[in-house]
Antibody, heavy 114, light 106 residues
Framework: QVQLQESGPGLVKPSGTLSLTCGVS??????WSWVRQPPGKGLEWIGE???????NNNPSLESRLTISLDKSKNQFSLQLRSVTAADTAVYYC??????????WGQGTLVTVSS | EIVMTQSPATLSVSPGERATLSCRAS??????LAWYQQKPGQVPRLLIY???TRATGIPARFSGSGSGTEFTLTISSLQSEDFAVYYC????????FGQGTQVEIK
């Protein structure tokens, strides 16, 4: 069964870059996604990358967003530039396993504050 | 972008009663629909995927139905641990989520 684990700084300064990595074990359908949830709010899809290199991003974040994949390290990454307090959220990495079921990491809280 | 709309926003139910939650997609998502349960401070827990398939370890009182644009999550007899927020998610084209339904004790 596929397992995912997020890692990265829990505090980022305003106007800085939020950088997270997701370590992966197990098989998936090949699409790797990021989702976030601001405190007390709903779930927002950030974007996804396929293992063959194609990507889709949430249009509301696309200008600030880079998702990349490092197959040699079995991990994929998120970079979100020019962050503000509105980017404070729990960030989850996710995929779908070979049966098609969505699978999520445990999530990591990132706070944007000086 | 496929917009997912859940109803109602809040559902008040007594323990032991049946709960029916709805999710509508702005265009067809076929059966590429999942349901999650989330409690405060916890990761969303996958209940249903493929619109009707229960995830591993999910009790039989949870069932999903529908295809295309109309979907339903039914909890046949609410237990105390079922009071939570429920989200639907489509994965037909990218991912989008409904705004959630809060199931509260009546």
């Amino acid at each position: 069964q596929v397992q995912l684990q997020e890692s990265g700084p829990g505090l980022v300064k305003p106007s800085g870059t939020l950088s997270l990595t997701c370590g992966v074990s197990g098989d998936s359908i090949g699409w790797w996604s990021w989702v976030r949830q601001p405190p007390g709010k709903g779930l927002e899809w950030i974007g996804e990358m396929h293992q063959r290199g194609s990507a889709n991003n949430n249009p509301s974040l696309e200008s600030r967003l880079t998702i990349s994949l490092d197959k040699s390290k079995n991990q994929f990454s998120l970079q979100l530039r020019s962050v503000t307090a509105a980017d404070t959220a729990v960030y989850y990495c996710a995929t779908r396993d070979t049966s098609g079921a969505p699978r999520w990491g445990q999530g990591t809280l990132v706070t944007v504050s000086s | 972008e496929i917009v997912m709309t859940q109803s109602p926003a809040t559902l008040s139910v007594s323990p032991g009663e049946r709960a029916t939650l709805s999710c509508r997609a702005s265009q067809s998502v076929s059966s590429n629909l999942a349901w999650y349960q989330q409690k405060p401070g916890q990761v969303p827990r996958l209940l249903i995927y493929g619109a009707t398939t229960r995830a591993t370890g999910i009790p039989a009182r949870f069932s999903g139905s529908g295809s295309g644009t109309e979907f339903t999550l039914t909890i046949s007899s609410l237990q105390s641990e079922d009071f939570a927020v429920y989200y639907c998610q489509q994965y037909q084209a990218w991912w989008t989520f409904g705004q959630g339904t809060q199931v509260e004790i009546k």
